[in-house]
């Protein structure tokens, strides 16, 4: 049984009809999986949509079987044939595209100076990226210049760049343009110049990780 993703190939598709693939029942009550599927389930940092089928509102889990699967807080009707209306929140998938894809900037901005990503969590109001040495010529924490990191950050949002995403096999890769391939299974916006107010709000370092937090909103070019 295969579930087509369409969020991985749309970060902008806010709505679709789809017939249901298969349903069930567990632990979090009964559920169903379209057959094109626009909404991301929470994972790789990210949060899961929020949605609606038939207007009705739904929770979004990727379940055990690999499905993203939608949970209706009450039931819904429909046979084989019918085709039900998927809607998500237009706002929140943007934000979270953006908050997102600022995290990998920041990823790719943080490279020249020894760091490499080791972990994303990109909610609003709590989004940060660790990061762990590579190697031993690594910039301390404290000496890292945390003004000019933001100052070519806002200014490549500024300047644009386009993100793309393919296969590869079984991996999703996902290319800031001028950077390096990510393998990734996030949604992004199509273009860094999507992305407003960044700001660094936080950087700290324990254990051998470097967190910093940020934020950043979708913004209309
Ligand atoms: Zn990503």
Redesign the pocket.
Same mark, same amino acid.
């Given at each position: 049984m295969s579930q087509t993703q369409l969020y991985l190939d749309d970060t902008y598709l806010f709505n679709s009809q789809s017939q249901v693939l298969t349903h069930g029942e567990d632990e979090f009550g009964a559920w169903l999986a379209l057959k094109e599927n626009i909404f991301h389930p929470q994972g790789?940092g990210?949060p899961a949509d929020t949605g609606w089928i038939n207007d009705i509102p739904v929770k979004i889990r990727r379940h055990i079987s690999g499905l993203v699967a939608v949970y209706p807080q009450e039931a819904i009707q429909y046979d084989n044939d019918t085709r039900l209306t998927a809607l998500l929140s237009a706002p929140e998938r943007l934000r979270n595209a953006a908050l997102? &894809?600022a995290?990998?900037l920041l990823n790719c901005e943080l490279h020249q100076y020894g760091w490499v990503a080791r972990s994303g969590h990109h909610f609003p109001g709590e989004a940060r990226v660790e990061f762990t040495m590579q190697g031993a010529g690594a910039v301390l924490s404290e000496d890292l210049p945390v003004d000019k990191i933001s100052e070519n950050i806002i200014k490549k949002l500024r300047h644009g760049a386009k993100v793309s995403a393919w296969m590869e096999g079984e991996t999703r890769l &996902?290319l800031i343009e001028n950077t390096v391939p990510?393998a990734?299974?996030? &949604?992004?916006v199509e273009n860094i110049n999507q992305i407003g107010g960044f700001l660094i709000k936080a950087v700290k370092f324990k254990k051998d990780v470097l967190r910093i937090s940020y934020d950043a909103e979708y913004a209309i070019p």
């Open positions: 790789g990210q997102h &894809t995290g990998h &996902t990510i990734c299974g996030g &949604t992004h």
